[in-house]
């Protein structure tokens, strides 16, 4: 069974730091592409990031471009995103996602996803 569990959320203050991991077990890791979503209340899951399966080529949402980096570590099983200059409006949770490239850059289409953690960012 896939399972893709994501960790470092929090509370943190507007211009912090954040880091986010997502561990993935049951898939052949180093063939999928990967994406980070982000969901806040009341409001639809948007794209924030993706990277390809061998980690050369990365895609970010124009809000967070410049501000986000996404990465990952193919022998660790694990893909993360690197977070800074935090805003209020990043707060929502953030989604780890799965699949192939085209799928984890909409949220309609993406294989697998995660539980979820949650980034509170206050002002």
């Known amino acids: 069974q896939v399972q893709l569990v994501e960790s470092g959320g929090g509370t943190v203050q507007a211009g912090d730091s954040l880091s986010l991991s997502c561990a993935a077990s049951?898939?052949?890791?180093?063939?999928?592409?990967m994406g980070w979503f982000r969901q806040a209340p009341g409001k639809e899951r948007e794209f924030v990031s993706a990277?390809?399966?061998?980690?050369?080529?990365?895609h970010y949402a124009d809000s967070v471009k410049g501000r986000f980096t996404i990465s990952r570590d193919n022998a660790k099983n694990t893909v993360y995103l690197q977070m800074n200059s935090l805003k209020p409006e990043d707060t929502a949770v953030y989604y780890c996602?799965?699949?192939?490239?085209?799928?984890?850059?909409?949220?309609?289409?993406?294989?697998?996803w995660g539980q979820g953690t949650r980034v509170t960012v206050d002002s």
């Open positions: 990277i390809t399966w061998s980690g050369t080529g990365t």
């Open positions: 996602a799965a699949g192939g490239m085209a799928t984890v850059v909409a949220a309609g289409a993406v294989e697998f």
């Open positions: 049951g898939l052949t890791f180093s063939t999928y592409a």
